[in-house]
């Protein structure tokens, strides 16, 4: 099972930027996919984009335009650059991968970060 360690959260004004980054402790380059997701409170886990070993990606439409995600094979790691933030991107974001089937797309991810606490003030 593939381990994940985000990092790159806090507090920043509404308008700022923040950017997020999760290293794995491995990287399959036949077929890998991570992402990120977020939680606040009282709501449920939704994703906020994903990119695959191809390089696609995928956003949510709630933060497309503003958040860019993307990743450095050499450093097992993958990013989130969060722009122009909202009060309602106010969650803690999890750092999520899982091997896929080469040149296929991301799916169900089956490993997890602890996450990171992103806090949007107005």
């Known amino acids: 099972q593939v381990r994940l360690a985000e990092s790159g959260g806090g507090s920043v004004q509404a308008g700022g930027s923040l950017r997020l980054s999760c290293v794995a402790s491995?990287?399959?380059?036949?077929?890998?996919?991570m992402g990120w997701f977020r939680q606040a409170p009282r709501r449920e886990r939704e994703l906020v984009a994903t990119?695959?070993?191809?390089?696609?990606?995928v956003y949510a439409d709630s933060v497309k335009g503003r958040f860019t995600i993307s990743k450095d094979h050499a450093k097992n790691s993958v990013y989130l650059e969060m722009n122009n933030l909202k009060a309602e991107d106010t969650a803690t974001y999890y750092c999520?991968?899982?091997?896929?089937?080469?040149?296929?797309?991301?799916?169900?991810?089956?490993?997890w970060g602890q996450g990171t606490l992103v806090t949007v003030t107005e």
């Open positions: 491995r990287y399959t380059h036949s077929g890998f996919c």
């Open positions: 999520a991968a899982d091997d896929i089937p080469r040149l296929q797309r991301c799916g169900a991810l089956g490993a």
């Open positions: 990119i695959d070993s191809e390089g696609r990606t």
